[in-house]
């Protein structure tokens, strides 16, 4: 309930950090293999009805993850909650949402906080097909083998939420969420 995206269809990520679409339904079984580290999955963002549960900010370079905590610092002193997960070349930032919101709706809200240089999902507007892709948390990136954690800022730098899957989905539970305004 936290990752939906388009639950008709999703992506397995190939060993070259690539994905390939399953062109079916989504699985508690394919969900188990991704925590379990079998396989790797990718979520479509906005899912068969032009909306979105989620939005996240992705910053690919090596600091990242500090320029996302600059953005998450920010977003907090406007009311809106925001969680950290490092990746394989800098970090995520993702914002919740109580109720799944129009594409348009979300990227005409968070889009203008988007620093330059971070991508910002979802990329398209409703109506725009499947729209764009993201690798669900948790999982082994295919690519290094490396899974990355969900982490909050601490004076020493970035800290895991938790040890192990099972406290990170407990975690996961205690998100806030944010309502998308008008």
Known sequence: SVFGGRMSDFAHQRDD??????????????????????VTLGSYVINEGG???F?????DSDNGLTVLRQLQARLARQGIPAYLEQSRRGGHLWVFFAAPARAS?????????????????????????????IRLPLGIHRRCGKRYPFVEWTAR???????????????LATVQRADVPD
Not at 18 to 37: E, F, I, P
Not at 157 to 171: C, E, N, Y
Request: aromatic share 10%; charged share 20%.
């Open 157 to 171: 730098g970035p800290v895991p939420v938790a040890r192990t899957i099972a406290a990170t989905l407990d975690w």
């Open 51 to 53: 909306r979105c549960r």
């Open 55 to 59: 939005a996240v900010f992705d910053a």
């Open 105 to 133: 709706q979300v990227r005409a809200w968070l889009l203008p906080l988007c620093p330059a240089g971070v991508e910002f999902y979802p990329k398209q507007a409703e109506g725009a097909g499947y729209g764009s892709l």
């Open 17 to 38: 950090g690539g994905y390939w679409r399953a062109g079916r339904a989504l699985t508690l079984n394919d969900l188990r293999a991704h925590l379990d580290g079998k």
